[in-house]
């Protein structure tokens, strides 16, 4: 295990420090999008800067989690061998959280960070939002869809979807 700096580290496999700082800013950035008061998550301030995030390559095996302790990325995971990023089966032919084409390994971190991120708020941020009361436990469910859907509808697809 090799510390990238306080929050990041990298566990396994080959990954630069440049690869593991990518999935850093990444994950502030879709932090900092969910911070937003229109979405009305209740995130304190700061907690773009506290994501405990793990990196790791895999060589093909393996995939990625988010949960309330923080995310670990697979750099190296089965998605980047695909121009098609699949979701979730529940929830694959979503037009705005499924399925989606990609073009470059930039795009297919990008999904695969703010779907991990959305774990990571679920499970420590939600509890304590009114709304998500009872609600906010189910992996695939409703809080999560929720909250991946703002990160999909309003940063990430835009990002992606290059003419
Ligand atoms: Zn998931």
């Not at 593991?20 to 800013?25: D, E, S, Y």
């Not at 499970?123 to 999560?144: I, M, T």
């Amino acid at each position: 295990m090799k510390k990238v700096n306080k929050t990041l580290h990298i566990t396994r496999g080959n990954v630069t420090r440049e690869q593991a700082l990518q999935v850093q800013i990444l994950a502030r950035t879709c932090m900092r999008h969910l911070m937003k008061k229109q979405y009305e998550l209740d995130i304190p301030r700061g907690a773009q800067h506290i994501i405990p995030i793990e990196v790791f390559h895999g060589n093909g095996r393996g995939r990625s989690t988010g949960g309330r302790d923080g995310i670990t990325i697979n750099i190296g995971s089965g998605h980047f061998f695909y121009k098609s990023f699949n979701e979730y089966a529940a929830f694959n032919a979503d037009p705005v959280i499924g399925k989606v084409a990609v073009s470059s390994y930039d795009d297919t971190l990008l999904v695969i960070v703010a779907h991990e991120i959305s774990h990571y708020v679920q499970y420590r941020y939600l509890p304590s939002v009114k709304r998500y009361k009872g609600k906010w436990q189910k992996p695939h469910g409703y809080a999560f869809q929720s909250v991946y859907r703002y990160l999909r509808r309003d940063l990430v697809n835009p990002l992606i979807t290059r003419a």
